[in-house]
C-alpha cells in the first residue's frame, strides 16, 4: 500500500481525533511541536505507515511551545519538544486533565553554531558566545576574525532550541536587541548560507550548506566538534535530549508508535536524519 502523504507545516493545525484521549481501536496519531524535530517526526512516521497500513500519524511543526500548548489543550497525542516542559506545564496537564505528563526521551541533539562556509572562525568559546548574543562583543575581530560587524540570527521566543540558548549559553541574560530572530531552523540555516558575517544556531540535522564550529565550555579547554560520540558522551556542550511527551501512560496505536520509535530500528532513523540515537 503506499504510505499517505504527511502534511508537515509551521502552522497548528487542528486535528479532528488530537487531544490525548487515546483507545485501543483508534489508529490515527497526531504529533505537533519542534521545528528542530519536524523532519524527525516525519521520518519516523512516514516508515511507521508504510510497515503498518491503515495508521495515519499527522506530524505538524510551530515550535515545542506550540506542541506544549496543544498538548495542555488536547490538541494533540504526541507532542514533540527539543526542551523539557517546566513544572508549572506539567502542572497545566495535571490540572486540566487529571493525570500526569509522561516525558519520553526519543533521541539525542547537539545545537550546534553556524557560521559562513567562508568564515575564518574555528571555534568558540561558551563565554563568546554568550558576549556575542548578549551584545557585548559585536565584532569578529574581537573573536579572532577579521574587521567588521557580527550579525546574529536566533530562533523566536516559541522555540524550544531558543529556551536550550538562552537556559545553557545565555545563562538566562536578554538576547540583544539587534539579534535577529527568525521563524524555523531552515530559516537560520539560509540565511547564514548567503552572509559571511554572521552567526546561527539550532539543531544539528540542519548543518547543511552552512559549517557547525566547534565550541568548547571556556577559553581554557578543547573545543568539541557536535558528533555522535561527544553528544552521547555529554562532551560537545551543547548537547541535549529531545522528547516525546503524552498526557499519562500511551495507549492504543500512540504508544504502539512510541515504542517503535524507542526500537532499534526507529533509534537507527535518527542518525539517517541526521540526529543521533539514544545512548544505549
Same mark, same amino acid.
Given at each position: 500500500?503506499?504510505?499517505?502523504?504527511?502534511?508537515?507545516?509551521?502552522?497548528?493545525?487542528?486535528?479532528?481525533?488530537?487531544?490525548?484521549?487515546?483507545?485501543?481501536?483508534?489508529?490515527?496519531?497526531?504529533?505537533?511541536?519542534?521545528?528542530?524535530?519536524?523532519?524527525?517526526?516525519?521520518?519516523?512516521?512516514?516508515?511507521?505507515? %508504510?510497515?503498518?497500513?491503515?495508521?495515519?500519524?499527522?506530524?505538524?511543526?510551530?515550535?515545542?511551545?506550540?506542541?506544549?500548548?496543544?498538548?495542555?489543550?488536547?490538541?494533540?497525542? =504526541?507532542?514533540?519538544?527539543?526542551?523539557?516542559?517546566?513544572?508549572?506545564?506539567?502542572?497545566?496537564?495535571?490540572?486540566?486533565?487529571?493525570? &500526569?505528563?509522561?516525558?519520553?526521551?526519543?533521541?539525542? &541533539?547537539?545545537?550546534?553554531?553556524?557560521?559562513?562556509?567562508?568564515?575564518?572562525?574555528?571555534?568558540?568559546?561558551?563565554?563568546?558566545?554568550? &558576549?556575542?548574543?548578549?551584545?557585548?562583543?559585536?565584532?569578529?575581530?574581537?573573536?579572532?576574525?577579521?574587521?567588521?560587524?557580527?550579525?546574529?540570527?536566533?530562533?523566536?521566543?516559541?522555540?524550544?532550541?531558543?529556551?536550550?540558548?538562552?537556559?545553557?549559553?545565555?545563562?538566562?541574560?536578554?538576547?540583544?536587541? &539587534?539579534?535577529?530572530?527568525?521563524?524555523?531552523?531552515?530559516?537560520?540555516?539560509?540565511?547564514?548560507?548567503?552572509?559571511?558575517?554572521?552567526?546561527?544556531?539550532?539543531? =544539528?540535522?540542519?548543518?547543511?550548506?552552512?559549517?557547525?564550529?566547534?565550541?568548547?565550555?571556556?577559553?581554557? %579547554?578543547?573545543?568539541?566538534?557536535?558528533?555522535?560520540?561527544?553528544?552521547?558522551?555529554?562532551?560537545?556542550?551543547?548537547?541535549?535530549?529531545?522528547?516525546?511527551?503524552?498526557?499519562?501512560?500511551?495507549?492504543?496505536?500512540?504508544?504502539?508508535?512510541?515504542?517503535?520509535?524507542?526500537?532499534?530500528?526507529?533509534?537507527?532513523?535518527?542518525?539517517?536524519?541526521?540526529?543521533?540515537?539514544?545512548?544505549?
Amino acid at each position: 500500500m503506499t504510505p499517505k502523504i504527511l502534511l508537515v507545516t509551521a502552522a497548528v493545525i487542528a486535528a479532528a481525533c488530537g487531544g490525548g484521549e487515546q483507545t485501543s481501536t483508534r489508529r490515527n496519531v497526531t504529533v505537533k511541536g519542534s521545528d528542530t524535530m519536524v523532519i524527525l517526526g516525519q521520518r519516523w512516521a512516514e516508515i511507521y505507515m %508504510s510497515k503498518n497500513p491503515g495508521v495515519t500519524i499527522q506530524v505538524t511543526g510551530g515550535g515545542s511551545g506550540t506542541g506544549i500548548a496543544a498538548l495542555i489543550n488536547g490538541g494533540t497525542d =504526541i507532542c514533540e519538544a527539543s526542551r523539557p516542559m517546566k513544572d508549572t506545564e506539567k502542572e497545566m496537564v495535571r490540572t486540566r486533565h487529571g493525570k &500526569d505528563v509522561r516525558e519520553i526521551p526519543v533521541a539525542l &541533539d547537539g545545537v550546534a553554531i553556524y557560521v559562513n562556509h567562508s568564515s575564518a572562525i574555528q571555534s568558540f568559546s561558551a563565554s563568546q558566545l554568550k &558576549d556575542i548574543y548578549t551584545g557585548k562583543i559585536t565584532n569578529w575581530r574581537d573573536v579572532g576574525g577579521p574587521d567588521g560587524k557580527i550579525v546574529a540570527y536566533s530562533r523566536e521566543n516559541n522555540s524550544g532550541t531558543y529556551v536550550f540558548f538562552k537556559e545553557h549559553v545565555l545563562k538566562n541574560e536578554d538576547f540583544a536587541r &539587534d539579534v535577529q530572530t527568525l521563524p524555523g531552523t531552515a530559516a537560520v540555516v539560509n540565511a547564514v548560507s548567503k552572509d559571511k558575517a554572521s552567526i546561527g544556531y539550532g539543531g =544539528i540535522a540542519y548543518a547543511k550548506e552552512i559549517r557547525a564550529v566547534p565550541v568548547s565550555r571556556d577559553g581554557s %579547554s578543547q573545543p568539541v566538534q557536535p558528533s555522535l560520540s561527544t553528544v552521547q558522551s555529554g562532551e560537545y556542550p551543547l548537547s541535549r535530549n529531545l522528547y516525546f511527551y503524552t498526557i499519562g501512560e500511551p495507549s492504543g496505536e500512540v504508544k504502539a508508535f512510541i515504542e517503535w520509535v524507542l526500537s532499534p530500528e526507529g533509534q537507527q532513523i535518527c542518525e539517517a536524519v541526521g540526529y543521533y540515537p539514544l545512548k544505549k
